[in-house]
C-alpha cells in the first residue's frame, strides 16, 4: 500500500520564479492537505483540496494556490517567491467525509525548498 | 487567532523512565487532537489521535484530553532514546479537518 509521495525531493529557486510541487495521496484517500514548515516551528496550513476544489485556506496570501486532479493527486503552485518561502512543504493526505469527529492524516516525505 | 501552545523544551528525560508532553489550545471548537512524532529532517508521524474526553492508550502512549480545561497530554512509558524527537501536538480548527499544529517540544531520552 502506498504512502503519501512528493516530488521533487528538494528544489532551489531564485526570488521571483515561480514553483510547482506535486502530491500523491495514500491509496483510498480522496483529500489532500499543504502545509508549510519553516524551520524550528509547526506546519502552518495552507489549504485543503476535497473534489478537486479548495475547500479550507489558511492565512496565506494569493501567490499560494493549487489543484487537485480527478485521481486526488494535488499541485501546489507558488508564484514570486521570496525568500520567506524557504520551508518544507508538507502534503498530508486524508479520507473525507471523515469517520466523525475524528480522522487521520499521514504526511508524505515532503519537498524543501530554497529560494536564494 | 486560534492557537495550540506547547513547552518546546527540551525535555530530557532517562532511559525507562514516563515522559510528559503537554499542550493547552484556544479554540473551544475544536473536536479531535494530534499527536505527531517528528524526527528532525523528517515528516511528521501520526502516533495518535483523541477526541473523547479521558484517557486513550496505545501500547506505550497514552494521549490525554480535558476540554473543559483546554489540555492534551501525551504520555511515554518506558521512555527510549528512539523516542527521542520533536513531539506535534494539534488540534482541528472546527470542521473540514482544518489543522493546527504547535511549535512542537523536543524530546530527549537519555541512555
Known amino acids: 500500500d502506498a504512502g503519501v509521495t512528493q516530488s521533487p525531493t528538494h528544489l532551489i529557486k531564485t526570488r521571483g520564479q515561480q514553483v510547482t510541487l506535486r502530491c500523491s495521496p495514500k491509496?483510498?484517500?480522496?483529500?489532500v492537505s499543504w502545509y508549510q514548515q519553516a524551520l524550528g516551528q509547526g506546519p502552518q496550513f495552507i489549504f485543503q483540496y476535497y473534489e478537486e476544489e479548495e475547500r479550507q485556506r489558511g492565512n496565506f496570501p494569493d501567490r499560494f494556490s493549487g489543484h487537485q486532479f480527478p485521481n486526488y493527486s494535488s499541485e501546489l503552485n507558488v508564484n514570486a517567491l521570496l525568500l520567506g518561502d524557504s520551508a518544507l512543504y508538507l502534503c498530508?493526505?486524508?479520507?473525507?467525509?471523515?469517520?466523525?469527529?475524528?480522522?487521520?492524516?499521514?504526511f508524505g516525505p515532503g519537498t524543501r525548498l530554497t529560494v536564494t | 487567532q486560534k492557537e495550540v501552545e506547547q513547552n518546546s523544551g527540551p525535555l530530557s528525560v532517562p532511559e525507562g523512565a514516563i515522559a510528559s508532553l503537554n499542550c493547552t489550545y484556544s479554540?473551544?471548537?475544536?473536536?479531535?487532537f494530534f499527536w505527531y512524532r517528528q524526527y528532525s529532517g523528517k515528516s511528521p508521524e501520526l502516533i495518535m489521535f483523541i477526541y473523547s474526553n479521558g484517557d486513550k492508550e496505545d501500547g506505550r502512549f497514552t494521549a490525554q484530553l480535558n476540554k473543559a480545561s483546554q489540555y492534551v497530554s501525551l504520555l511515554i512509558r518506558d521512555s527510549q532514546p528512539s523516542d527521542s524527537a520533536t513531539y506535534l501536538c494539534?488540534?482541528?480548527?472546527?470542521?473540514?479537518?482544518?489543522?493546527?499544529f504547535g511549535t512542537g517540544t523536543k524530546l530527549q531520552v537519555i541512555p
Open positions: 491509496s483510498g484517500h480522496d483529500t
Open positions: 494539534a488540534g482541528d480548527s472546527g470542521g473540514y479537518q482544518k489543522v493546527t
Open positions: 479554540d473551544r471548537g475544536s473536536q479531535s
Open positions: 498530508a493526505s486524508s479520507l473525507s467525509p471523515p469517520s466523525a469527529p475524528s480522522y487521520e492524516q499521514y
